[in-house]
């Protein structure tokens, strides 16, 4: 297969320095990258190292006399199929919104007609101003998607919106927005992510390892499809989804509780989140005293919300995960038809570097007709995307 080829405009950011990762990323999944660095861009980072990553000479001057492409721009307008700026300062964004051609960079992204994405890092004060939000809003109106910046840690020693996020995301954010994707218009999503708390008393909790990366990642790529998202999580530091409806919750009941409440009206319900099983007895009112033996804490067993959701299911598709450490062939196709499910996504978790707190996974996903499909390793906004495309052929009824 043809690779696929990015133009990587850089600019002069201090946030450049991830983007030589980010040039990475893509050579590593097989895209063809040509990189592009305005004068300010060549101050903080040298343009070998560009090279270097991107296996391909940069370009810098239009007017290089080296240069064996006459007319530069043109050729590298036409040779691209995806533009990224990456970091977009204030003033390339700026150049863009309203068609200014004075450099190598903004003149390349003027010759191109092809799907354009933006990266903004700059301060806070910057991001803030009216003429960026302004030019911003004229790039989205042209179609440039715009992938804002995070809150973080800036290189100006503070707390504030502005930072650049993370390549990997970067990767998976073009890759979601870039594939064909199939509609999910008028469709209601449910997801549960994260792990749910299980309070012992005011001070202490049950919970498990559960970040919610794999929930989130299929609530963005579910509401990137058209469908009408509603994500219940338990605690987590992720920030919220724009466009999704966010229920926060800590313990099993509540979850359930709004699953439940919402479950009539969905068309489907992917139960990523990590529930526990168990529940104190009784919450105590009051911190517990420690003594000097043993403690014994009893348990109780937490409703299981989908094998409920299973017995209540009427129209709705529903979508499981399971994590084992043995038999995952028996187990998942047991699990599957216990809980009355359309498709569970079962992961080996005695495997490395995978499920909990990872960015990557790797799945095998089971069907209630007895098929098999085998993801392989890849970050969870990957193995979303294959999940998500999975349910949709279901609701077709394919
Ligand atoms: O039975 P097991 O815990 O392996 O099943 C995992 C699946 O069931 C996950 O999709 C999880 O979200 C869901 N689950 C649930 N309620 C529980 C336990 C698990 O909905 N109490």
Redesign the pocket.
């Known amino acids: 297969m043809a690779k696929k080829h990015i133009a990587i405009y850089l600019t002069g950011g201090i946030a450049l320095y991830k983007a030589a990762s980010c040039v990475r990323e893509f050579v590593k999944h097989g895209y063809e990258v040509r990189c592009v660095m305005t004068e300010n861009a060549l101050k903080f980072v040298s343009k070998l190292t560009f090279e270097t990553l991107s296996q391909n000479p940069v370009l810098t001057d239009l007017f290089d006399r080296n240069n064996q492409n006459s007319v530069a721009h043109i050729e590298l307008a036409d040779w691209t199929d995806i533009a990224l700026v990456v970091p977009a300062t204030a003033d390339i964004i700026a150049k863009m919104a309203l068609g200014i051609a004075d450099d190598a960079v903004s003149t390349s992204l003027l010759a191109t007609a092809k799907p354009k994405y933006v990266v903004p890092a700059m301060n806070d004060k910057m991001w803030d101003n009216p003429a960026t939000k302004r030019n911003l809003d004229l790039l989205k109106q042209d179609g440039v998607q715009v992938l804002e910046p995070e809150v973080g840690f800036l290189a100006e020693g503070y707390q504030a919106k502005g930072r650049m996020p993370e390549p990997k995301a970067i990767y998976a954010w073009i890759t979601a927005k870039s594939s064909p994707k199939p509609s999910l218009k008028d469709k209601k999503i449910i997801v ?1 992510a994260g792990g749910t708390v299980e309070e012992i008393d005011p001070v202490r909790f049950l919970g498990n390892h559960s970040t919610g990366k794999m929930g989130y990642a299929l609530a963005a790529y579910a509401s990137a499809c058209g469908a009408s998202v509603t994500l219940v999580h338990g605690p987590t530091n992720l920030h919220d989804l724009p466009g999704v409806e966010m229920v926060s919750v800590t313990s ?1 009941r509540e979850m359930f509780a709004a699953v439940k409440a919402r479950f009539e009206t969905a068309d489907a319900v992917i ?7 168990y529940r104190p007895e009784i919450k105590a009112d009051q911190k517990i005293k420690k003594v000097s033996g043993p403690w014994q804490l009893t348990l109780v067993r ?6 409920e959701l299973g017995q209540l299911k009427t129209h709705q598709k529903l979508v ?4 084992e450490t043995q038999n995952l062939f028996e187990n998942a196709k047991k ?1 599957l038809q216990r ?1 009355n499910l359309d498709l569970l996504a079962a992961n080996d978790v005695s495997k490395k570097d995978i499920g909990f707190g990872s960015d990557e996974n790797e799945v095998y996903l089971y069907f209630k007709d007895g098929k098999m499909l085998p993801l392989k390793k890849d970050s969870k906004q990957k193995i979303a995307q294959e999940i998500v495309d999975q349910l949709a052929l279901l609701l077709k009824g394919e």
């Not at 139960?271 to 099983?277: E, G």
């Not at 499981?320 to 994590?323: D, E």
């Open positions: 549960t099993a139960m990523a989140a990590a529930v526990a099983d937490n409703p299981d919300i989908l094998q499981g995960f399971a994590a699990k809980k």
